[in-house]
């Protein structure tokens, strides 16, 4: 998925992932002068990918949209 494409379906309130079911991407208010989230930085957020078992996370990387994915059930 596109940085965009995550962001239109966080928007819509949809469940987004990324690799499995038990990391789930959403957006944290962070100041725009973070360098580490300028990926995905919108109006004062930025996405980030967070464990939903041990809530170990980080900010979303390039390299890591590939395995993001929307959940439609």
């Known amino acids: 998925m596109t940085v965009n494409e995550i962001w ?3 928007e819509q309130n949809k469940k987004v992932y990324w690799n499995n079911k ?3 991407v959403h957006s944290v208010k962070v100041e725009s002068i973070n360098k580490y989230n300028s990926l995905s930085l919108k109006n004062g957020y930025a996405l980030r990918i967070t464990c939903i078992s ?3 996370g980080g900010w979303i ?3 890591e949209l590939k395995d993001v994915f929307i959940d439609n059930n």
């Open 61 to 63: 990387a390039e390299s």
């Open 54 to 56: 041990n809530y170990f």
């Open 8 to 10: 239109k379906a966080l």
């Open 22 to 24: 038990l990391y789930k």
